[in-house]
């Protein structure tokens, strides 16, 4: 007889289970042999979830059967080897254990009492990221989508904050005269994004050029902020990037610091993609500075390689977060309980939230920082291999590489003019995709366009990057005569 409920019998949940093990543990099996792409045409892939809402269940091992076939063996391969785009780091095994037990317990992190030993996981989590960068002792933080969501939380953080005095919480931006906020021409997009969302305008973004390394050059930063004043903006906010999406570029954080103090604005950093890289000795000093940021991004789910998603915002103290947040609400009030408590409800925009401390906790108690900062070197080390292959191979150029772990660069075999090469480059990004082999894309470097390659995936290896360069050299063949034309 069926149970009054949507459980399964013991019995039958553990054999369930059983069978998920085994799906995940095959996805893990030769990792080497599987493509990156699975070059599917849109169409196909709709159709396969093409169907009316069904009003009665099917049998679960046929709805098992159905995803492996409509989702593992087809899923791009973002935990392979053979992924070089955007910023993909592979996910830990351990955190699949977390991820399943999380959705166990079912946790609400959203107040103390629905979840007492995930919300002091979190608490303990966001502080041992900030052990790793060197953020500092003092630290509150909320752990959240991802290093738009943070980057967007920080900005709100900030303009909640430096406006409390004409209590714009309350009132909006109405009546304020525009402030503007400062950040490299190579911020990235969320940026943007957060500041159309606050409704502060990109209009009022500044993007301070770059120097040859891609990093914020001060001294525009500063003629910029002085002819804002002087044409009546407050400058408001200087965002400076630990690592950019494009190069992986750092600012000159500690500058920016100083300017930042100088006119009395708020400091907040993107992190996202680099900050994790100062858990390295040997870097520390490119993140000199990052102490000194009022709010910090950063992405666990980039450089401590776990699972999406899984981004974390950083301030001082506590204060800061819940004068940013917290809303009084009857249903939430909590004068009956313990002050001590912590509820991110009251710190952050969210009130139901994930569990999302418990794979970075558990991911930092098995590998331990020691192994993560070797992670991160092994990273940084086949960066430096993959540019010198790159710049010894007549059929390579090297576009931008920097201390982090992106390389940029273009095909060039045997192709001389300038216009050709940029237009098989255009052409093998998506050449590359149809053949699925390995999986890569590209992007704009001072207005050249170039293949893009990052490495922070713990799976990588030096002949894995032998195979990239060599099936970009193998595909480029198909293309040659669509860009002789
Ligand atoms: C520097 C930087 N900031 C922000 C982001 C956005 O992070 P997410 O994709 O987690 O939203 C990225 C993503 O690559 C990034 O590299």
């Not at 543990?25 to 030769?30: P, T, V």
């Not at 196909?44 to 091992?61: I, N, R, T």
């Not at 891609?214 to 003629?223: E, G, I």
């Not at 899984?310 to 204060?319: I, P, Q, S």
Request: hydrophobic letters at 40%; proline letters at 4%; a negative charge.
């Amino acid at each position: 007889m069926k149970s009054n409920n949507l459980d399964f019998t013991p019995d039958e949940f553990r054999r369930l289970l059983g069978r998920n093990a085994d799906l995940i543990e095959r996805y893990f099996s030769n990792q080497e042999e599987k493509k990156a792409y699975h070059a599917f045409p849109q169409p196909e892939v709709a159709g396969w979830f093409d169907e009316p809402l069904p009003e009665y269940g099917m049998d679960p091992d046929e709805v098992l059967d159905l995803v492996k076939e409509r989702v593992l063996e087809t899923a791009t391969n973002n935990v392979g080897p053979y992924m070089y785009a955007y910023v993909m780091a592979g996910g830990t095994q351990v955190s699949i254990l977390a991820e399943q037990l999380a959705a166990t317990v079912n946790q609400n992190v959203g107040k103390w009492h629905l979840a007492p030993a995930m919300t002091e996981m979190e608490k303990r989590v966001v502080q041992w990221g900030s052990d790793l960068v060197g953020y500092g002792e003092s630290v509150a933080g909320v752990l959240l989508s991802g290093g738009s969501a943070a980057n967007l939380a920080g900005l709100t953080v900030a303009r909640n904050l430096f406006f409390a005095k004409h209590n714009i919480r309350e009132k909006g931006l109405f009546g304020i005269p525009p402030f503007t906020v400062y950040a490299s021409q190579e911020v990235h997009s969320c940026v943007d994004k957060s500041l159309q969302v606050l409704g502060i305008g990109t209009r009022q973004l500044r993007k301070i050029a770059t120097d040859e390394h891609y990093r914020m050059d001060p001294d525009a930063l500063r003629d910029q902020v002085e002819k804002d004043k002087h044409e009546g903006f407050t400058p408001f906010c200087i965002v400076g990037t630990a690592g950019t999406v494009n190069t992986g570029a750092i600012d000159p954080l500690d500058i920016l610091a100083d300017i930042a103090e100088q006119y009395g604005m708020w400091y907040h950093i993107d992190g996202a993609y680099g900050v994790l890289a100062a858990a390295l000795e040997e870097l520390k000093p490119y993140y000199k500075g990052l102490e000194r940021a009022n709010s910090l991004a950063l992405d666990f789910h980039k450089w401590l390689y776990q699972p999406f998603e899984a981004g974390c915002l950083m301030v001082k103290d506590w204060e800061t977060l819940n004068q940013a947040y917290f809303k009084q609400a009857d249903y939430l009030d909590t004068s009956l309980e313990d002050q001590r408590r912590l509820d991110f409800n009251e710190h952050y925009f969210q009130l139901s939230r994930s569990a999302k401390a418990l794979k970075i906790w558990m991911s930092l108690k098995t590998y331990g920082a020691a192994r993560m900062r070797n992670m991160i070197q092994k990273d940084i080390d086949l960066t430096h291999y993959l540019a010198e292959k790159v710049q010894e191979s007549p059929d390579f150029e090297l576009i931008a590489t920097s201390h982090l772990a992106i390389v940029g660069f273009r095909y060039t075999g045997g192709i001389f003019e300038e216009e050709k090469i940029e237009r098989m480059n255009r052409r093998l990004v998506p050449a590359l995709e149809d053949d699925g082999r390995i999986f890569i894309t590209g992007t704009k470097l001072k207005g050249k366009f170039a293949l893009r390659a990052c490495l922070i995936n713990h799976r990588m290896q030096t002949h894995t990057l032998d195979y990239m360069l060599y099936v970009i050299g193998d595909v480029a063949q198909y293309v040659s005569d669509v860009v002789e034309e």
